[in-house]
Structures are given as C-alpha cells and as structure tokens.
C-alpha cells in the first residue's frame, strides 16, 4: 500500500535492464510512493533489455546514457532538468567487469578491462555527481544512492576486480557527500545490498553457492531487491535527512554474523 513518501519528487534511476534487477524494483516502488523519474542505462542494454515496458508501467521517460562519456551524462542531467527542474533524488544501480566476463583470475588480470570496470562501475558515480554539482542539479535535502556490496570491505575471490571498483565507489560517495552537505543540504549514500538474484548478479562464478551460503549466515536471510527497493525509497525520503556519507549494510545481519547454527552443523558432520 502506498504512502506517498515520494509525492511530487523528481529523480534519475540508472540501471534498470529486466524485472529481476534492483533498479527495476526501485522504480516501481517510486513510481507507486508518487515519484515522476527519467529511466536510463548504456544504449546496449536499451537494446537488450524490457526497460520499455517499466516506462509505460510507471510513466517515465527513457534515455540512453554511456556511463563512461562525459557528453552522455550531461545530455542526460540536462534533459532531466528541462522536464522536470531541479532533482530530488538519484540512484546508481551500474556495475560490470569485463575481467569476470572473459574468464580472468584475479592473478592474471587485462588492466586495460580493469581501467574499464573502474570507469563503468565506480568512476561513473564520480563523473555523475560532478555533473549533478556543476549544473547545480540537486534540490536542497535531496538524496543520492548508488548500490555497493560487502566485497569493498571483505574478501570474496570470484568478485574480483568488483571489490576494488566498490571501495571506490564507496569513497566516492564520502568524498562528495562531504561536499554535497555542506553546500546543498544534499545527502549522499551507498547501500551494501545482500548477493540477490539479478541478472548481473548471477554472472558471477559460484554465485548460487554464496547465495545460500550468506542466506544460511544471515539472521533475516538474505534481502530481496524487493526488500532493497524499500530501502531505497526511506532513503530517497524526507524521513532520513541527517543521514549522509554513510556505507548502509542492507544485508539481513550477514555483514556483523560470525558464523551461523546452520552453517556450524555442516562442519561438525
């Protein structure tokens, strides 16, 4: 049921590709809290995803955006603000690394592919913020969220070159959400999502083997991109204006769990 938690707010969702991802699920839940948003992501994935269908559902437009170009990302705020103004909110939903996608140990990595993962998954949340404050984008008291994940913090082997890109990204959002505060009132935040069943997710090498693995450590369980897109929406509120610069474990208790009674019972045989 709906709260109008978002009525009459305006925002940018990057990374919307099919129903199974968080970014879909986020739009959803804004479009029914009473939020109006431009829906975007790179032109291939336009192409190779449904995210038509979510703009006729909710009502938004879509751009194309590379991510990686800067001309993109101001053509794309630029047209945000012609329809709609100001922003009050913006979510980065963007991640992929070309290494994991080829095959590559994290010993025998292409750095040219690493140079590329940094710029699609860390450094586009760096050029979209710089994009947002030169063209003063942002609403007093908005909120900007971009999606991280527990491997910035702890080692995951097959998430490779990711864990890196995370780090960043997170440092990025302190850096500027420093900066967003002080002049704008503007709050900026990543959300450590538990490992959830989405399209990029599943790429990884042994993902539905964590999957269980962390669903057995974590107290709640794992939490859903239903559950995430909840999460989204109280942070994209006027109900969480003091918080900012934060890294928000989203993960069901999995990132302060030892182990679990479950998982002791595998070892003792």
Avoid at 11 to 38: R, T
Avoid at 63 to 77: H, P
Avoid at 209 to 231: H, K, M, R, T, V
Wanted: charged fraction near 20%; include cysteine.
């Amino acid at each position: 049921m709906s709260s109008n938690l978002l009525k009459g707010k305006k925002g940018i969702i990057f990374g919307a590709l099919d129903p199974k991802s968080i970014a879909w699920k986020v739009a959803e839940k804004c479009h029914e809290e009473g939020a109006e948003f431009i829906l975007t992501n790179a032109p291939i994935a336009l192409r190779m995803g449904t995210i038509n269908e979510l703009a006729q559902k909710t009502g938004a437009e879509v751009i194309g955006c590379d991510v990686t170009l800067d001309s993109d990302m101001e053509a794309l705020v630029d047209a945000a603000i012609a329809k709609y103004g100001k922003l009050d909110f913006v979510l980065h939903s963007v991640g992929m690394s070309l290494n994991i996608r080829k095959g590559k140990e994290y010993t025998d990595l292409n750095y040219e592919l690493m140079h590329k993962t940094f710029d699609i998954s860390a450094i586009s949340f760096h050029r979209l913020m710089q994009t947002l404050w030169k063209k003063d984008a942002m609403n007093e008291w908005g909120s900007i969220l971009a999606l991280s994940y527990i491997a910035a913090q702890r080692v995951f082997p097959d998430y490779s070159e990711m864990a890196e890109s995370k780090s960043l990204l997170e440092s990025f959002a302190r850096s500027f959400g420093y900066r967003f505060g002080k002049a704008k009132h503007v709050r900026v935040n990543t959300i450590s999502q538990s490992p959830t069943m989405t399209t990029a997710g599943s790429g990884v090498s042994g993902f539905d083997a964590f999957y269980e693995y962390a669903n057995q450590i974590s107290p709640l369980g794992n939490a859903s991109a239903e559950d995430c897109a909840n999460y989204c929406v109280s942070l994209f509120s006027d109900f969480t204006r003091m918080v900012t610069m934060q890294n928000l474990f989203h993960d069901g208790g999995f990132s302060y769990t030892g182990i679990s009674e479950e998982v002791m019972k595998i070892f003792k045989g």
